[in-house]
């Protein structure tokens, strides 16, 4: 296996982040967290990137750092703060 081959990782957006990229998912390159996101925004544009630095993301239901590598298996979840509650 080539280990400079791209690495496709697949995203799920929601909420503000979803409205912002006008889709739910996608499947973008990265090796880490950093590369995909990098890549979202590259595609997706300022309104996403707005978005982006108030969301966290998950890879695989797990919280993490913008350093953690991702592989094809892996899922990323960006998730925006949400807000809510009886009015």
């Given at each position: 296996m080539d280990h400079y081959a791209a690495r496709v990782a697949k995203v799920r957006?929601?909420?503000s982040a979803r409205?912002?990229?006008?889709?739910g998912s996608d499947e973008l390159?990265?090796?880490?967290v950093?590369?995909?996101l990098d890549a979202?925004?590259?595609r997706y544009g300022e309104a996403f990137?707005?978005?982006l630095a108030t969301c966290r993301v998950w890879v695989?239901?797990?919280d993490v750092g913008?350093?953690?590598p991702v592989g094809p298996d892996d899922e990323l979840a960006v998730l925006p703060p949400v807000s809510g509650g009886m009015t």
């Open positions: 957006l929601f909420a409205d912002a990229a006008g889709t390159d990265g090796a880490t950093a590369d995909v979202a925004v590259e990137d707005d978005v695989n239901g797990d913008t350093d953690h």
